[in-house]
């Protein structure tokens, strides 16, 4: 069984988590500014990346609240995780090439 780290609970299983997506998307300053096709964009494309990736995740079943994960999609391994608004100690790009 996979066990990720919660920065508030400390490791837990898998089955606790719920992934939300993409992490560090910043909402557009006026979103109104935007047509429909750029909206529809910025609600629903994502990056999926090969490799390490920035995601937002939850812990659903313990503590309810939601943190930020460095993972790696081709492994599954995670290297980190980090309270929502701060950023990670270690680059996505540095990890990249490790």
């Not at 490799?51 to 939850?58: D, K, L, N």
Request: glycine share 8%; net charge negative.
């Amino acid at each position: 069984m996979l066990l990720i780290a919660c920065p508030y609970c400390g490791n837990r299983p898998e089955t606790e988590f719920r992934c939300g997506g993409q992490a560090h998307i910043a909402r557009p300053a006026d979103p109104t500014a935007l047509d429909d096709d750029a909206w529809s964009a910025h609600l629903f494309v994502r990056a999926n990346p090969r490799g390490i990736h920035a995601e937002r995740w939850c812990h659903a079943h313990g503590c309810g609240r939601w943190f930020n994960a460095l993972r790696d999609t081709v492994s599954d391994r995670f290297l980190e995780t980090y309270p929502v608004g701060a950023q990670p100690s270690r680059s996505i790009e540095t990890e990249a090439r490790a």
